[in-house]
């Protein structure tokens, strides 16, 4: 019923930028939060970043000051711009939402397929 989209992965060179999309669709009834994790070869799923239905961000020390949540609220939409990427960036980058659907209403996460970000040279 719910499903999250992700793009603007792929291939960027050490110092470059990408884009990352996440749009949420379905029975929505509210969308409590939204944010990024990702998962490296070998490793575990890390949160990213996150942001609440009421604007706050949180952020993994390791990304702050390059990478920035948001979200478009009439397009359940979430963003992740990331800047001055370096090769430890390299994972797989899921989208991640914690909301409420009308029918059934029910409140759970619901999670995307995810996307690789690739940062070499």
């Known amino acids: 019923q719910v499903q999250l989209v992700e793009s603007g992965g792929g291939l960027v060179q050490p110092g470059g930028s990408l884009r990352l999309s996440c749009a949420a669709s379905?029975?929505?009834?509210?969308?409590?939060?939204m944010g990024w994790y990702r998962q490296a070869p070998g490793k575990q799923r890390e949160l990213v970043a996150a942001?609440?239905?009421?604007?706050?961000?949180n952020y993994a020390d390791s990304v702050k000051g390059r990478f920035t949540i948001s979200r478009d609220h009439a397009k359940n939409t979430v963003y992740l711009q990331m800047n001055s990427l370096k090769p430890q960036d390299t994972a797989v980058y899921y989208c991640?939402?914690?909301?409420?659907?009308?029918?059934?209403?029910?409140?759970?996460?619901?999670w995307g397929q995810g996307t690789q970000v690739t940062v070499s040279s």
């Open positions: 991640n939402a914690d909301l409420a659907t009308f029918f059934p209403p029910t409140r759970r996460d619901y």
């Open positions: 942001i609440t239905s009421g604007g706050s961000t």
């Open positions: 379905g029975s929505i009834r509210s969308i409590y939060a």
